[in-house]
Structure formats: structure tokens, C-alpha cells
């Protein structure tokens, strides 16, 4: 007897129905979670073509050739549910994420939408709405480009109470659920990089999140033309996540990944990833919030805008990072007090570098330096693609530039230097309640109730000598015998 994945009911629906709902917000759909992107662009070229074309078919069927498939939001809820107590190294992210749910479902939404979103949205509203015109036939006449307004009352009644098939999931296995979505995909073939990122995983929700964060979603929307031009890389693929997962799996592994390894990024479990998760939101939305229009007229590729971020975050104590053992500071973002100053510095001087003739061979025929001829280990041919080789290459051609930038942007104050041992009360004040919470990580057997910070003092995890800082997470109080024991680990 087979086993069954999914539970799903099917009704007949009328389409003033669920035009009805989706305006009135009883059905939602999640463009950047559980969907890939409406595909406005495709139905709204040529006039309308498609929207057209689908609607005047479907209007001159007698019968139901094809429906719409929802979600309860009842079971996505019940479902993450679930999840946060089967994965507790994960709870945090899930909660955020069954909130998110829930106060969808507190403002009426009763459906997600799964599959039909672009019909409903681009060709059912608009038709109703006044926005879309049809050919059809009336009373054994050809009508062109009538709207619904200009509709007898009949007919109006007729297209509003026609049937069309509603299928509902109310049970089953959420993973599946996805891979039904991922099989309908409405004739238009879906990307690698879309399969992953409508997954119900934590991941999948913090980066689609982020790029829909209204500072990044700003910056790509500019950078659109120049960084997210590639098959891969367009917009309407979700090419913008791409990029932002390529930037946490380099967090993560040193590399941007493959299709494969993205694949299980979008599957971790591990506590690691939520920390790496909060780093790559603070560098972006940082990103997004100080590169000046100037500065973002001088990016010129999508290569050249991925510098910015592996360059600046070799500079934030990521020890395990490619090539940050050769950088000669440690500093934190909020020390950069001219980030636009900074940042400016850094584009100009990859594409000085770039522009470096030296690097190019002569053509025989012009007698005249070429792109072409590039020399294999040079700058510009790093930036062919972001294949390992190619940022460990760029990485070592810009590590002295780097350090130089720094070094000048805390000559001029730029970027402020502070005593690393520094720690001021606030963070203190954080570090003893997360003592409170986690107690002497270096003691074996507490007494929790003559417990306290007295006799205690703060210790790095990493050493200040070895580049730690005073990062919450890199602080926790410990006996002062025991600290000056420990030295500089």
C-alpha cells in the first residue's frame, strides 16, 4: 500500500472568489520565501501577451483544465512548530520564522499561495480591476479589447462565478510539499539557486530575508544592470540571494561555493551557522547603508563588488578566513567612523589595479597593451570568475594594498584605533549577564549559590595578541587566578 507524503482536498472555486481573497489578504503568497519571484516581467511584456492569453482561454472552457494550489497557514505553522523543538541548536531562527507566520495569520491571511500567484495577481486582478483587456466571444461575436466594466451585467456574472479547480494542502510533510511546487513550475524552468531558496530552512528564510531588507533591496536594485546581469545572477532568478549566499558560504568555508555545497548550506544545522548568518546581515546591510552613489558608480562587475566584501571581511576578525592572517589589523565596523571614506578608497584602488596596463600583453597587431593577453597570474585575470583559485589570487595581489589603505585611513582618522583591552561598561554589563546565564566556562564544579563575578574578571576567548576582540561573544569573566594562568592563549 503506498504511503502518502502530502494530504491535499480539491474544491471548485469561482474566479471572483479568489480574487476576492487575495485583495483581501485572507490569501497571501511569500515571494521571497516558499516561491520563486512573481514573474511580472514575463507577463506583462508585449501588452500583456501572456496575461491575455491565459485568461481568454481559460474564459472560452467550458470545464476546469487547471487550478490553483494553496497552503493552510495552519500547517506551516504547526509544522514549524515542530521544528524548533526537534532542532534546538536552530530554535532561535526557527521562532523567527513561525513569528513571521504568525503575524501573517493574525492580519487574516488563512492560504499561501504556492502555485498560480503570477495568473492570479497579473491576469485574474487586473482583468477585474479594469487593468486588462480581452478578445472574446459574445453572443456569437468576436468582442476585441473589452474591458469588464464594459461588460453586460450577464456576462459579467458569468466570468465571476467561473469555475476553476482549488487544490488545498492541510497535511503532510512540508519538504514535499516544496518539491511539488518545485514539479508545477507553471512551463517555466526553474534555476538551481530558486530550488534551494524556497526550502523551509532557516538559512533559506535569513537570506531571502535579507535581500528583501529595505537597504540591500535598494542597493541591488541599482547594482542591477552592472552586478546581476549573468543567467545565474538576474534578478528574477533570485540572483541578488545567490550573491548573499555565495558571501556565507565564504564566511563559512574560505570559498563561494558550488551547486552542490550550496545545497547544503541551505540544509545546516550546526550552531555555527547563526552567528555566520548575523555577521553576513551586519556586513551587508553596513554595505548597503554607506556606499554613497559615488562609490557605487565605480563598481563596475559583479567580481569587483564581491572584493568589497571578502576584502572588508578579512579585516573583522575572521582569523579562518583566506589570507586574513596576513592582515595587519583587527578591527570592528563600528571603528570605521568614515565608511563611506573607507569603502571609496577600497573600489578606487581594485580598479587602479585593474586598469594596470602592466598586466596586459602587447597585441602584435596594434603594438598596443590587451585585455586578451592578460598575464595568467595578474590582478584583472583573477577576476575571470569566483573560482577558488581566482580569490586566492586577487586576495594575495590585494593583501599589501589592504593594509595600506588601513594604515592611511587610521593616519587621517577614518578608522579610530581603541586599547583591544579595553572594555567598556555597557559590554561589561553584557558580559556578566551572559555569566550569569552560561557561568566559568573554565570550572568544573560551580557552587551555583555562592556564584558571582567577585574574585572574577573578563577573559578573550582569542587573545588580544592573537587578534581577538571585544566582541560579546569573544568575552566571559573567569577567576583571576585562573586568567593570568591562561596568559595569552
Known sequence: MLNYSIHAKTFKTSLWDIKENFETGKWVTFNQWLQRLE?????????????????ETLLQTQGQLEGFLTCEIDFLITDLQSK?????KLKHLWEEMLQWLIDKQSKGAEMVVLDGQNRLKFSI???????????????????????????????????????????????????SVVSTLIAINEGISWSEHEKRSVKLTPVAYAINRLSSEPSVCSLHTKLKDVVFRESKYKFEKKGDSRFIAEFLHYLRNSNVGSESSLDILYNTEDEKIEKQIKDCQTIFIWMATNLNKTTISKIKSKERYRD???????????????????INFNISLNQIQSPELFLDKVITKINEMMADISQFGLDPKTNKPSVKLCHPDSFYKHHGSSANTYLRGRIEHFTAPLNNIVQECIDTGVIIETNPRKVDKFTQMQVEQKY????????????????????????????????????????????????RRLGAK
Open 84 to 88: 524548533v523543538e526537534k532542532q534546538p
Open 308 to 326: 568589497l566584501f571578502i576584502f572588508t571581511s578579512m579585516l573583522l576578525n575572521n582569523n579562518h578566513l583566506l589570507g586574513s592572517e596576513n
Open 125 to 175: 486582478k487586473e482583468f477585474f480591476n479594469n487593468n486588462l483587456s480581452l478578445n472574446l466571444f459574445i453572443d456569437n461575436s468576436f468582442t476585441k479589447n473589452v474591458l469588464f466594466k464594459d461588460l453586460d451585467e450577464s456576462t459579467k456574472e458569468q466570468i465571476k462565478e467561473h469555475q476553476v479547480l482549488l487544490s488545498v494542502i492541510i497535511c503532510g510533510q512540508i519538504e
Open 436 to 483: 550569569q546565564d552560561t557561568g566559568d566556562i573554565y570550572e568544573r564544579y560551580p557552587t551555583d549559590n555562592l556564584d558571582s563575578i567577585e574574585g572574577k574578571e573578563i577573559d578573550h576567548y582569542i587573545s588580544v595578541k592573537n587578534k581577538g576582540t571585544n566582541d560579546i561573544e569573544n568575552l566571559n569573566y573567569t577567576s583571576r587566578k585562573h586568567n
Open 39 to 55: 514573474q511580472q516581467k514575463i507577463w506583462s511584456k508585449d501588452q500583456q501577451k501572456k496575461a491575455k492569453k491565459y485568461l
